[in-house]
Every structure is written in C-alpha cells, then in structure tokens.
C-alpha cells in the first residue's frame, strides 16, 4: 500500500472513530434522556457529594442538552484537529490516540449523563436519587473499552509526508571566537484562538452552572483560570544558543528547559505535523518520548540528547541554530578530549 493511500485510510477511519461513532452514541443517548423527560422530576440532580448525596440541581431539559452539546463539541474539536493539523500528509500514532480518546470520552460523558437521568424515573423529590458511583464506574469501563476498541479499529500507519527536512551546513567558529544565537518563537494564531476559545467556553460554562445553583461552578472557573494562566505560560519562548548550551524560556520564567553542550549528541533540522507526531501544540511529548516545544507546523530544530531522548522546537531559522549548537558541541568535546 503506497504511503497516500495508507494516508486516506488513515483519515477515514480516524473522521468514523473521532465523529461518526460518538455521535451516533451521543445520538442514542440523547433520544433516551428526552423520552424519560416525563418520567422524571422538573428539576433533577446533577452533581452530588462524597458520600452520595445530591448536592446540585438543575432543571431536567439541561442533561440531554448538555450531553448533545458536549458530544457535538468533541467531535467537533477533534475532527478539526486532524483536518488542520495533517494538510502535510503527515500521519502518525498520535492522531490514532486523539481518535480513541474522542469516542472513549464520549462514552464516559454520555453513559454518566444517561444513567444519572434515567435513576431518577419516577422519583417526586431528586434529593432522594442514588449515588453515583455504579454509573461512573460502569462509565469508566466501558470508556475504556469504547477507547480500546477504537484504537483498534484504526491501521497502525505512519506517514512521513512529502517535505523533506532541509540539510544543515556547519558553522565554521575561530579558535575561542564567541557566537550567539536567539530567536522567539511563537504559537501559530489558529492553535491560540483554539486555545483561548476553549477556556472561555469553560468559563462561561462555570457561569451558566453557577446560574443554575450547582456547587461545582467554582471548581470549572479555577479549571478556565489555571488554563489561561498555562497559556500565557506557553503562547511564547525565547530560545538562545550560546556556550552554555541551548535554554528555551516563556517570558514569565517559567516553564524553562535547557540542554548543556555536553549532553548534545547530536542536531538536525526538521520539518514537524504538530498533530501526527505530537498530538498537538504547547509543551507535548511525542511517540517515541521526544519532549518538545510545539508551537506550529513547519521547521524546527531537533537536538538527541546523551540519554537518548530528543528535543524539538518549532522555530525559524532553525538552520542556523543547528550549525551553531553543533559547532559549539563539538568545542565542547574537544576540550573535554
């Protein structure tokens, strides 16, 4: 099978893994919880307690609509992420994860919501609904099982695309002349907005619960807030090569990686798919465990490390980071010589 037509195939299956399959639960689930609208009480339960008890309410319209907006919203989320993220022909094993974790998810979500309903049929007062804890295990497992399954349901391809990754001419230094290279890079547009749009949505969903009178309102808005201030940690690096190696910042400090001159084995120039080897942009870990600094499709400079494990940032001019890292490793191991 040529590397294209491993490439469809890929693509259908992850669009029937990612969309079709969890809508079509999101479907059952949803034309379920409306046909026992009637059966339950006005207002039913939706969050309760450590020891099993009831704690939140809501009215009883709003479960099936969450649940078909939670779903939609995934599948949504996780389609564009493939269809934006693998324009290069690039495929790889993570995009067959961001599959498997769209429909097990969407089990999860709409097994809880489901039983959660369907347990209060018949009752006149929802303080008296049942735990939870028989729906969220049995949710847990079969998210499991649903995730499994659609890991499976998809080929094990790997596809390079058809960009070659452009050589690198090495830097030629004096004897003991001093060269220093930086450069900031910064997150594509398109990934930000999704980013931001998604904590935002958080938000005004904390607000919406906080409307209705359930408790957990709290723990969503400090959720939208610990992810903006990850985002303002990680939209932007500043990345400088000099003789104590290369050291990759955010502006606010933190978070900050650096690989010393002496663990350099080696450096290459690269063309990155943030979703097919990455999963998708900020601080990820790929496949293979390469730790990297993805922040948009395109060039970046990849360092092998002595221990064995690879570090990535998408940058420009990447080239002439390579040449000067691997100039200045090489003074290092002749003077350790």
Known sequence: MTDS???????????????VAPLLVAVVAVALMVSWLPEVPSTVA??????????????????????ALLSLGLAA?????????????????????????????????DVCLTWSLGMQRGLDDPAEAPGMLLPVLAGTALGLLAGVAGWFA??????????PAPTVEALRLAPGERAVWARTTTMARGAKIAIV??????????????????????????????????????????VRIDEHGLVARSPLGFPRFQVPLDEVQ???????????????????????????????????????RTRGRRFVVTIDDAATAAALLEALSERARERRH
């Open 5 to 19: 037509t491993e490439f469809r195939t890929a693509r259908r299956r992850y669009l029937l893994v990612a969309g």
């Open 46 to 67: 939706t969050h309760w307690s450590g020891d099993g008890t009831p704690d939140g309410f809501a009215p009883a319209w709003t479960v099936p609509l969450g649940a």
């Open 77 to 109: 989320l996780f389609a564009v992420i493939m269809l934006t993220g693998t324009r290069d022909g690039r495929w790889g094993p993570n995009l067959r994860l961001l599959a498997a974790f769209s429909i097990g998810t969407t089990v999860l979500l």
């Open 154 to 163: 998809q080929p094990a391809v790997t596809v390079s695309g058809d960009r």
């Open 197 to 238: 749009a998604s904590f935002t949505a958080l938000a005004l969903g904390a607000l919406v619960v906080a409307a209705l009178g359930s408790p957990v309102w709290w723990a969503m808005l400090a959720t939208a807030a610990l992810l903006a201030l990850l985002a303002c940690a990680t939209f932007v690096f500043r």
């Open 266 to 304: 080696g450096v290459a120039v690269t063309m990155v798919s943030p979703t097919a080897e990455f999963g998708g942009w900020g601080i990820r870990v790929g496949a293979d465990g390469a730790l990297g600094i993805i922040l948009r499709a395109g060039e970046a400079l990849e360092v092998s």
